[in-house]
C-alpha cells in the first residue's frame, strides 16, 4: 500500500502549504484527500473499488468493525467536516488543526496496517 500513499503523501504536503497560507477550505479539501486516498488504497489492497461517498462510508464501517483501534468511524466525522468546510469556510483554525492529527493519526495506523 506504500506504493498508493506515504505518511507525505502529495495531499498532505499541498495541505501544510495551504496552511501556512492560512487557505484553511483549501487545506480541508487536501487533508480530506489525504485520508480518502489512505481508505481507497486498503480497498484496493482488497479488491474493492469505490466511487462514491456511501461506499466509502460503508467501506469505513467496514473497518471500524475489523480494526476500532483505528478510530476510524471518528476520524471520517473529521474528514467529512472539511470537505464540508472546503465548499462553506465555517471551521476555526483550531477545528481544522484538531482535525488535521486525527486523520494523521488514521492514516498512519492504517500505512501501518500493510
Known amino acids: 500500500m506504500r506504493k498508493c500513499l506515504s505518511p507525505d503523501s502529495k495531499y ?30 486498503l480497498a484496493i489492497k482488497k479488491g474493492i473499488s469505490l466511487g462514491t461517498h456511501r461506499s466509502i462510508a460503508e467501506f469505513i464501517s467496514r473497518l471500524h468493525r475489523e480494526h476500532p483501534e483505528w478510530n476510524l468511524m471518528n476520524a471520517f466525522k473529521h474528514a467529512e467536516s472539511l470537505h464540508v468546510n472546503f465548499y462553506e469556510n465555517h471551521l476555526p483554525e483550531d477545528h481544522i488543526m484538531e482535525s488535521k492529527k486525527v486523520l494523521e493519526e488514521s492514516i498512519r495506523l492504517m500505512l501501518e496496517s500493510e
Open 12 to 41: 498532505l504536503k499541498e495541505a501544510e502549504k495551504l496552511l501556512a497560507k492560512r487557505d484553511y477550505p483549501q487545506a480541508s479539501e487536501k487533508l480530506w484527500g489525504a485520508f480518502v486516498e489512505a481508505v481507497k488504497a
